[in-house]
């Protein structure tokens, strides 16, 4: 088992930039592929970006691609999600996301561990 938690969040104005973190604690870190998934009000949540458990393979929704970068640390049991170019329908909690699993992970029923989530506002 894992537990994760991020942190990270806040407001920005549009245009700007965050990192959000994913800390992990339990089970080796490294035998997780990860994921960020977001949630804003009254809409699913939805797949945002995973990454393998080396680091080396990594995807995104289209409408983050180029803006977005997926990364982790696996010495310090950490993943990340830094957001640049950030846009007002970008406002949304986030939540990081472990997986046992292999294959496509963009979908939620992929991830056993979640989150509590980070709120990101992004203002116009």
């Known amino acids: 088992q894992v537990q994760l938690v991020e942190s990270g969040g806040g407001l920005v104005q549009a245009g700007g930039s965050l990192r959000l973190s994913c800390a992990a604690s339990?089970?080796?870190?490294?035998?997780?592929?990860m994921g960020w998934f977001r949630q804003a009000p009254g809409k699913e949540r939805e797949f945002v970006a995973d990454i393998s458990r080396s680091g080396g393979i990594t995807n995104y929704r289209d409408s983050v691609k180029g803006r977005f970068t997926i990364s982790r640390d696996n010495a310090k049991n950490t993943v990340y999600l830094q957001m640049n170019s950030l846009k007002p329908e970008d406002t949304a909690v986030y939540y990081c996301?472990?997986?046992?699993?292999?294959?496509?992970?963009?979908?939620?029923?992929?991830?056993?561990?979640w989150g509590q989530g980070t709120q990101v506002t992004v203002s116009s």
């Open positions: 339990g089970r080796s870190f490294s035998s997780y592929a």
């Open positions: 996301a472990a997986s046992t699993g292999y294959g496509s992970r963009s979908y939620a029923a992929a991830y056993a561990y």
